[in-house]
């Protein structure tokens, strides 16, 4: 290997760790039986951590949630995004370029104003047509998809404009020059054409309503969608929960983006007429494994047979293990601590403990809050209060006490102001 190759594989081999090194690691911590999301130490192979996300329930409403406004964003952004398309494409060059920059816009402005004016321009609606709180103009949901979709149109219409670009108008010409009306020419000739755009714009619809946060967040109000309730989950802690979330959809990734390179590959195969010469394509069976759906198939098989595998592991036995081995650690480090604080410091075996302290409490505190206070102690019992002695018959000394411990030597007279005394 030469200096340059030698350069080229470590800078590859640098690019893809930080690319893919955070997933890769995410991955692993999914399958750590500790309740930090860690790779070292490796504690227990477990598959628990998918079980805690599905028994969250405020994840699973949000998801449930976040699936609805998807869909209804994709109804709505994608028409719109097509039909600023098509008027983008059927204008003059100066007039497109303003209602360009128009359409635009949204996508530039920060989620944040979107999502506060989405709430304020909504609520002036309501109070203009004298709709109470419980309309829709307040629900969270209905806000968040007309937020969402304001912006999220926008890359849609960059998806039409992109198509639109290798479209020849011709042929639309062609078709109202024969008898056509305009709908039949959208339906027969255009709406053909744009057909993968509209895909990959409903796609990435989703996927755009799904991931957003900036607006959804204010849109949202008091519901929850997935990434909302994800956000709060992260900031009130984190476990590895949030690892096998990520493991599921890394997986449905890697199905749709298979069977979408075997889609790609067999329309290119298709095209060019290979497949005829193909062996591949030949036979029965492999024709069928290398559709897309065939592809789709398996690894949907492929992807059942391991979770059927991984819930029949049981990780209990490990688990207990694991926890027997850091409490014994726990004891010895314990021990250890005792053996090394000095004599002087530690309580005394019975009976003459200082004031204030517990015995033989190991607290770098000294004992000051008492040794109830210790992990798994059960407070002590309070001592029980000594018999007061008997008051010695006051002596004819000029009203002063002996013996008496007030810090005034009895000079008001003994025993008269001690409580419930009689005067």
Known sequence: M???????????????????????????TAFN????????????????WFGVLIDNQRLMAGLVTSIGIGIGVVALAVPVGLAGALALSEIGPRLRSALYAVLITPILIPGVVLGISTIVFWGGVARGLGVGYGSGFYNGIFLTLLGQA????AYAMLIFMARLQRFDPTLTEAALDLGATPGQAFRRIMLPFLKPAIASAAFLTLLASFENYNTTVFTILSDNTFTTAL??????????????????????????????????RRQELLRTGRPRASRLYANPVARVLTHP??????????????????????????IAQIEADKRALQEQLRQEQRRATPPALQAPAGGGAAPGAASGNP?????????????????APAPAPAPAPAPAPKENDGGAAPGNPSPFGGAFGGDALRPGARP
Do not use: N, Y
């Open 363 to 379: 607290s770098p505190f000294g004992g000051a809050f008492g040794g109830g206070l210790r992990p798994g102690d059960s407070p």
């Open 150 to 153: 304001t912006f999220i149109s």
């Open 33 to 48: 039986s500790s309740a930090f999301p860690r790779v070292t130490p490796w504690e227990c192979f477990t598959t628990d």
């Open 293 to 318: 759906a065939g592809v789709g198939a398996v690894l949907v098989l492929l992807a059942a047979g391991l979770i059927w595998q991984g819930s029949r592991h049981d990780s209990t036995a490990c």
């Open 2 to 28: 030469t200096g340059d190759g030698a350069f080229a594989a470590g800078f590859s081999l640098l690019f893809f760790a930080f690319l893919f090194g955070p997933l890769i690691i995410m991955v692993i």
């Open 231 to 264: 956000a709060s989950k992260v900031r009130h802690g984190t476990d590895p929960s949030l690892s096998a979330l990520a493991v599921i959809i890394i997986g449905l990734t890697l199905i749709g983006a298979m069977v979408h390179e075997a889609h790609v």
